[in-house]
């Protein structure tokens, strides 16, 4: 799961800009700008290079989690056992998952190392609502990793719901943890484990919980 991780903040922070044509299809143009903006600031900014994890965190925050449906993806992470959780706790898990996410995301921003990153041009139908954004990250002297973003139509614009890595869901992933704790220790359980994983992340700084 690190690897996935640390590979899946590298396409955030390491995209090759090919330029967005006058036909870019709105889903894959957010990707391309998303990165570039991402890289930008990293690139200019000597605390996140350095490891500040407040400033990266920040940047976390404002240009990366608003392009993601948490709720959804939580919903999917949950898996069968979401219908079983009352409203109170699904409002946490989402909030719980989501600073696990970030917390976890936020040691990847020092590893940047030029890699690249190909956005593969999109051919979507005009009424389609659901799309898959693929990329590679390129290194040198080794095979083109693909890594994919699933994203859909919402009324607050496209947001990623799921992303795979050599076909690896990052969903999927913590579906399975997530399912043996709820047969375990219900709900509540799973709520209490999250919430032990992001202070043990986080130390004495507050995690944001606040869900987007």
């Given at each position: 799961m690190n690897k996935i991780i640390t590979l899946w903040m590298g396409v955030l922070l390491a995209c090759v800009s090919l330029g967005a044509r006058a036909d870019t299809p709105e889903p894959e143009a957010l990707?391309?700008?998303t990165v570039d903006e991402v890289?930008?600031?990293?690139?200019?900014?000597?605390?996140?290079?350095?490891?500040?994890?407040?400033?990266?965190?920040?940047?976390?925050?404002?240009?990366?989690?608003?392009?993601?449906?948490?709720?959804?993806?939580?919903?999917?992470?949950?898996?069968?056992?979401?219908?079983?959780?009352?409203?109170?706790?699904?409002?946490?898990?989402?909030i719980e998952f989501r600073n696990l996410l970030v917390r976890t995301y936020t040691t990847a921003f020092t590893t940047y190392?030029?890699?690249?990153?190909?956005?593969?041009?999109?051919?979507?139908?005009?009424?389609?609502?659901?799309?898959?954004?693929?990329?590679?990250?390129?290194?040198?002297?080794?095979?083109?990793?693909?890594?994919?973003?699933?994203?859909?139509?919402?009324a607050h614009g496209w947001k990623v719901y799921d992303l795979s890595i050599e076909g690896v869901s990052l969903v999927t992933n913590y579906r399975g943890t997530f399912a043996e704790?709820?047969?375990?220790?219900?709900?509540?359980?799973l709520i209490k484990m999250l919430v032990e994983k992001n202070q043990a992340q986080t130390g004495t700084m507050s995690p944001k919980a606040t869900s987007k």
């Amino acid at each position: 799961m690190n690897k996935i991780i640390t590979l899946w903040m590298g396409v955030l922070l390491a995209c090759v800009s090919l330029g967005a044509r006058a036909d870019t299809p709105e889903p894959e143009a957010l990707i391309r700008n998303t990165v570039d903006e991402v890289l930008a600031i990293v690139k200019r900014d000597k605390d996140i290079q350095t490891g500040n994890t407040k400033k990266v965190i920040e940047l976390v925050d404002a240009k990366v989690l608003p392009h993601f449906n948490f709720t959804r993806m939580t919903r999917l992470a949950v898996g069968k056992n979401w219908g079983s959780a009352t409203p109170e706790q699904k409002k946490v898990l989402e909030i719980e998952f989501r600073n696990l996410l970030v917390r976890t995301y936020t040691t990847a921003f020092t590893t940047y190392q030029n890699q690249e990153v190909e956005v593969k041009p999109l051919k979507m139908a005009n009424d389609a609502n659901e799309v898959t954004i693929k990329t590679s990250i390129i290194n040198k002297g080794k095979p083109p990793l693909p890594v994919n973003y699933d994203m859909e139509k919402t009324a607050h614009g496209w947001k990623v719901y799921d992303l795979s890595i050599e076909g690896v869901s990052l969903v999927t992933n913590y579906r399975g943890t997530f399912a043996e704790k709820i047969q375990k220790s219900g709900i509540d359980g799973l709520i209490k484990m999250l919430v032990e994983k992001n202070q043990a992340q986080t130390g004495t700084m507050s995690p944001k919980a606040t869900s987007k």
